[in-house]
């Protein structure tokens, strides 16, 4: 019987390396109005976005005084929280967002070291 090889991302075609670079992301920042820690997380990840998906995410902001129903909805129970709806699987991020390696991890656009 012969065996199964696995795949590396050495062996994979370019087109799928290139979907990659080219998906969507739809992100949602819950924060608390104009604290400190809700402009930092701001800043932060329109940084983010802009050096690592520019042209290709959508970010919305949801300030919880604004649209309390919002945290009961997507069940979030801190902020300022970063939800990352697309591209699969969905991953939430709690902080202010300020350690840009780990925000790339959850993100899924560095891999994650151990």
């Known amino acids: 019987m012969a065996k199964k090889r696995s795949r590396s991302t050495q062996d994979r075609p370019e087109s799928a390396r290139a979907g990659r670079a080219t998906e ?9 109005g104009a604290t400190a820690g809700s402009l930092r997380a701001i800043a932060n990840i329109k940084a983010v976005c802009e ?4 042209g290709r995410y959508q970010l919305e902001i949801v300030d919880v005084y604004r649209r309390p129903e ?3 909805r997507d069940q979030v129970v801190a902020v300022p929280t970063l939800i ?4 699969i699987p969905l991953r939430l991020l709690v902080g202010d967002l300020s350690r840009t390696e ?7 656009l560095v891999a994650r070291t151990s």
């Open 24 to 32: 969507r992301y739809v992100l949602t920042l819950y924060v608390t």
């Open 51 to 54: 050096q690592h998906l520019k």
């Open 70 to 72: 919002r945290l009961r």
């Open 84 to 87: 990352k709806k697309l591209p």
């Open 102 to 108: 780990q925000v790339l991890q959850g993100l899924g």
